[in-house]
């Protein structure tokens, strides 16, 4: 099979991002149709992949009724709009690539991945990072005995204070009933490096955190409810929405709050929008810091940490062995191993070292890989198999449900059901 052929469900920031691959890479991918309730997002996305009025829909329910239009899916909708897409799309015979996360409900989680394999169909799930050249040469350096047997993990997702009050408080996974608890909206990536680093089935699962500073009583004395209603510490606040949107810099996140650049539309958009509230007045309530511990089958154990704030937004890792030890800094792109026996530090060069932007080249290395994978009819090995993606996104609601039960969850045990 040579080109394939796709549909996009949700021509919103990740889905365009997606698609820029096949403008890159039109000999491997076509995109063929889309479907997008936002005209100007749908107009927009038309004239950059050439596609006719008629292959652009207003929603996906339009484009999955009727005849089948490409090989695959690729579903961008907000969390709590995968479920049904992604029923209907392996339903109507096309392989699917679904945003993470899966679902904000353990039970629909489960339920994809049991009829992704009932069609036999490819069904992957957008966890980029194990696409990056970051994380891909640290499982190496495991799979290649560097540190012996691998004992413990300690790995922290740093958020970054700005974009902690961009997209938790903010923006659009702010609410756990509205998009997913922080756990799974934010670090259901982590859940499932630490499972692919560990190299194990996941067996026990505890975690605290709160939110904490993100709210009403830590507002700055006589603060309004939007920062342009002469905010009185406009000067000193982190926050000040002007000073975050009104700059020259349109990319994310500025790009996410009015889908018109202009000076004119952004200052409408903070006059109006969720974007200009004060991050002590919002309506948010997942957590801004949390810990989780994770316990493996092979008695690996792991340390996360997710915190807001932090600097840079980034991830650092350990992880030791009886061997040795690895120490990264994804957004630096070092890794070093240091061996006990020799004492020696060794600096590792990335062939490809990717920052921030595009998930340190994870983006696109899922879809090549995606793509490989429908062109086999779902022969190969993907990176990532749904039933992966389902334990790492069920360690998160076990971590999620030890939070707020204040108790070591049990996975062997653990229902599900939200009990
Ligand atoms: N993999 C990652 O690292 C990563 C990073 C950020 C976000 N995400 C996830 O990606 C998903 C999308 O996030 P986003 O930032 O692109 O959101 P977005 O709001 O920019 O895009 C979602 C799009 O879906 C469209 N839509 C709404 N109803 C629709 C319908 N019935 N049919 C078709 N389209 C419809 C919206 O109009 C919007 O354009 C979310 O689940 C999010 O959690 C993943």
Not at 243 to 261: C, F, G, R
Not at 290 to 316: G, I, K, P, W, Y
Request: glycine residues 8%; negative net charge; proline residues 4%.
């Amino acid at each position: 099979m040579g080109k394939i052929t796709i549909a996009l469900i949700g021509a919103g920031q990740r889905g365009v991002n997606y698609m820029g691959y096949a403008l890159e890479h039109p000999d491997e991918l076509q995109v063929v149709a889309v479907a997008e309730p936002n005209q100007q997002r749908s107009q927009k996305f038309k004239l950059q992949h050439g596609l006719s009025d008629e292959m652009c829909f207003e929603s996906w329910e339009d484009l999955l009724t009727g005849p089948q239009l490409a090989d695959a899916v690729l579903i961008c909708t907000q969390d709590n709009m995968h479920y049904e897409p992604t029923m209907k799309a392996l339903e109507a015979g096309y392989h699917v690539l679904l945003e993470k996360p899966m679902s904000p409900d353990p039970q629909e989680c489960i339920r994809m991945g049991e009829r992704s394999e009932q069609y036999g169909r490819v069904f992957s799930i957008c966890h980029v990072l194990r696409y990056t050249d970051f994380f891909g040469t640290i499982k190496r350096l495991l799979n290649e005995g560097t540190i012996g047997q691998l004992m413990s993990i300690v790995h922290n997702e740093n958020v970054a204070y700005w974009h902690q009050a961009h997209s938790f408080v903010r923006g659009n996974w702010r609410k756990t009933a509205e998009s997913s608890p922080m756990i799974l909206a934010k670090s259901c990536h982590d859940m499932d490096i630490i499972l692919w680093l560990a190299g194990a089935d996941c067996t026990n699962v505890s975690s605290f955190g709160s939110l904490s500073h993100f709210k009403k009583e830590n507002a700055p004395e006589g603060a309004p409810q939007r920062c342009l209603d002469g905010c009185p510490v406009s000067d000193q606040c982190l926050y000040y929405a002007p000073k975050v949107y009104l700059t020259d810099d349109i990319e994310w996140p500025t790009s996410a709050i009015s889908d018109d650049p202009s000076l004119e539309a952004r200052t409408k958009a903070l006059q109006e929008g969720p974007y200009g509230r004060c991050v002590y007045h919002c309506d948010n309530d997942v957590v801004d810091h949390q810990v989780v511990n994770l316990e493996f089958a092979n008695e690996v154990t792991a340390a996360f940490t997710m915190s807001a704030f932090t600097n840079d937004c980034s991830r650092t890792l350990k992880l030791m062995g009886t061997k040795g030890e690895i120490r990264a800094a994804m957004e630096k792109n070092e890794i070093e191993v240091i061996d006990f026996e020799t004492g020696t530090t060794k600096q590792i060069s990335l062939e490809n070292p990717g920052g921030h932007i595009g998930h340190g080249g994870g983006d696109f290395g899922l879809i090549r890989d995606f793509v490989k994978l429908v062109q086999q009819g779902g022969q190969g090995n993907g990176l990532t198999s749904a039933a992966q993606s389902v334990q790492s996104h069920l360690m998160a609601f076990a971590a999620e449900r030890s939070r707020v039960d204040r108790r070591v969850v049990n996975m062997r045990d653990f229902t599900y059901d939200g009990a």
